[in-house]
């Protein structure tokens, strides 16, 4: 994962939504000269249901990460024969992914560059709490199986995402595509209570050369004008959001947004109603070239945005996002929920992935459900928030359609033009009084 400021961390920065059980099966190598600590903290992370390997020194670390795999290692810095950052090293010529913390009682600078030059998950500073220790390992073992689990659903894609062909005159379809831009919405939908959850706002033109948006990026991309198209796009929905029938409003934002300053500008339309608004950043740009990307989120939660790691499964496979970002809300990417009720495989992933992010409280969202039989399996397998044509096309706004008193509208009855109710069809349709569920995690405060 790219190195980043955000992975080094004092004694008292342990994961805000840490657990307090090990993935099953997690089995973590700990590395320390202190026979007493050693033991210690076998105890400490066997306690919490870790498989724990020990040794004494860099060089057993070595030999051990060379015959084993891990889902973790913890390593004291200072060490005889190889030191932690040689274990560090060690570990990711074994395991390129593998999250690695290193525990010091007598921090350098030099040790804490060295950390996140080589990509230390966590540089934790001694004397640190059992409870602490437990919490960030179970921590990084989650990381690491959801990478793997990842992975495995980047190679199930079918197709690969590439940018726009080339076109002569691009700026002059460019300027035409941006003066015909609208947004069509489409629903999120939640099966437990038979509801509208949420929309995402997608991008469209009427320019016939660009009505593909991955054309339209592609070609503001190479224009070097993503500042100006994502400013459109957010101004376009931040004045429909008082019209939508649901709660939330999902908006996409490419990794090139984060470094645009008027995203984080209090007085921007958008920031007016980010208490309604989930910013979807795609995994389909890499966040490597943006810096401090952990400081530009978490500016963005204080201005009351929720944040969304969208296309899981198709994108960059890096853990840098997911924990940098460390999002409200997963959606699944359409190539990992297609054709899951004939897939094995994926329905194995989705299972996976499904109970770690409810071990760590975030939602999940699948998209592409088309089929009522890929419904029923993504139920069975814990997803109840679906998005799809089964549920809902893409279409405009209707201005007609009053905001929602408590955030728990049902679809409207609207005209041809805008947002139409759901199809009898997908089963969907509500009878009765409306059930009270407890709130899922993107329904909760911020900061609850």
Known sequence: MPPTLASVSAEGATPA???RSAPAGSRVLIVDDDDLLLRAYARALGAVGFEVDRAENGEKAVNLLLANTYDAVV????LPFVDGVGVLQAALKCDP??????ITGTPRLDTAIAAVENSAFRYLLKPLSMV?????VIHSAQMHRLLVLRRMAIDLASAAWSPAEDRSSLGELFDCALQSIWMAYQPVFSWKERRIFAYEALLRTSEPTMADPCVFLSAAERLNRMAELGRIVRDRVAAEVPNSPARFIFVNVHSSDLLDEHLYDPG??????ADRVVLDVTER???ASVPDVGARVNRLRTLGFRIALDDMGAGYAGLASFTTLQPTVVKYDMSLVRGIDSSPTQRKIISAMTSLFAEMEVDVIAEGVETESERDVLLELGVDLMQGYLFGRPAPMCDEVS????GHATVPQSCDNCLRPLPVESGVQRKGPRRKLPLSVLERPQGA
Do not use: G
């Open 285 to 287: 740009a890499s966040l």
């Open 132 to 136: 602490q220790l437990q919490d960030t």
């Open 268 to 273: 921007s339309a958008l920031s007016k109603v």
């Open 75 to 78: 390593s004291d810095i200072n």
């Open 403 to 406: 905001p929602p008193e408590d």
């Open 17 to 19: 939504q840490a657990t």
């Open 97 to 102: 992914d593998m999250p690695v913390v290193l």
